[in-house]
């Protein structure tokens, strides 16, 4: 049994018989002690059984694919769904039936392609896109968004970049770290507000090695390429609207919708969003710190 911490979130992942299933690299760093009692629990089963073969049939009602591929749907089943991934990337293109609860706390998984008689062989459950798929059910029962963007840590402030794929997230957010500040993550953060009321962002596991980091969220700025620097606060619908659409979210229940909508209203409530225009320069620095600067001597 392994339990790792994601988001303050803990889970338990634990499998059946001699099957092999150390977490692979990118959970490594993420991994604690047991604690007394997790909040999701997740087991890896040695094959799916005959009574359940059905599953692989049942209709889809949310799907995800990438250039052409299908890597992942959702299914409802009795009181809880059905998610069937397929990890294209890996290099036996494992395929897995996993069921779980409504409240995404359970996690039954079944590998379907798993040779059960070769004994040297590992199957990794929670490569892309199942880990992905269940670090997203968790922001259903929190006040915390799943967000396609990085941010950089500057000294207690959590700077947010967000926008289309190809804007320069990675970009600007390198740029930072370049600079000596410290990165959180550069493509998928979880954002989520603690106990004391403080809205924190947390770093994901990655296809690399990186250690959990987390920072208080200051701000989150919108990309958009532009000729030269440029921001413009951003209130209101507009705001709730854009940051919205950066957000992961799976669109079939109408309460996920509306869950994540307050979430949002909640955390744009307190905090400043921008839409920034963006070039790959180590000026962006200067020119953010001076934009607050002088905010702060007009307020």
């Known amino acids: 049994m392994h ?3 994601v988001a303050d979130v803990s889970f338990q992942l634990s499998a059946d018989g001699r099957m092999k299933r150390e977490p692979g ?3 490594q760093p993420y991994l604690t002690e047991a604690p007394e009692t997790a909040d999701v629990r997740i087991h890896v089963h040695d094959a799916l059984p005959e009574s359940l073969q059905f599953l692989q049939d049942l209709p889809s009602i949310c799907d995800g694919n990438l250039d052409g591929q299908s890597l992942w749907s959702v299914a409802r089943h009795e009181d809880g769904f059905v998610i069937r991934t397929y990890q294209h990337f890996s290099p036996d293109d494992q395929r897995f039936v996993t069921v779980t609860n409504k409240t995404f706390t359970d996690f039954q998984c079944y590998p379907l392609n798993y040779p059960v008689e070769d004994e040297r062989y590992s199957v990794g459950p929670l490569s892309f896109p199942l880990l992905s798929l269940i670090l997203y059910y968790q922001t259903l029962s929190y006040p915390m968004l799943f967000v396609h963007a990085s ?7 959590g700077r947010v970049f967000t ?4 804007v320069g997230k990675s970009t600007i957010s390198n740029t930072w770290h370049k600079a000596g500040y410290s990165l959180i993550n550069d493509d998928r953060l979880m954002i989520r507000k603690n106990e004391e009321g403080r809205w924190i962002i947390h770093n994901t596991p990655m296809v690399y ?6 920072v208080p ?16 606060p951003l209130r209101g619908a507009e705001s709730v609207s854009r940051v919205l659409s950066n957000c992961i979210i799976q669109g079939f229940d109408r309460d996920f919708l509306q869950h994540h909508l307050r979430t949002v209203l909640d955390m744009l409530s307190e905090t400043p969003v921008y839409e920034f225009g963006n070039l790959p320069e ?6 953010i710190r001076e934009y607050e600067a002088q905010g702060s001597q007009n307020s």
Request: aromatic content about 8%.
């Open 3 to 5: 339990c790792f911490k």
């Open 25 to 27: 690299i990118c959970l």
């Open 151 to 157: 941010a950089v840590c500057d000294g207690d402030k």
């Open 163 to 166: 926008g289309v794929s190809g």
């Open 209 to 214: 090695p990186q250690a959990p980091a987390s």
């Open 217 to 232: 969220l200051h701000s989150v700025f919108l990309l958009k390429q532009a000729p030269a620097y440029s921001l413009t």
């Open 282 to 287: 180590p000026g962006v620095i200067d020119f």
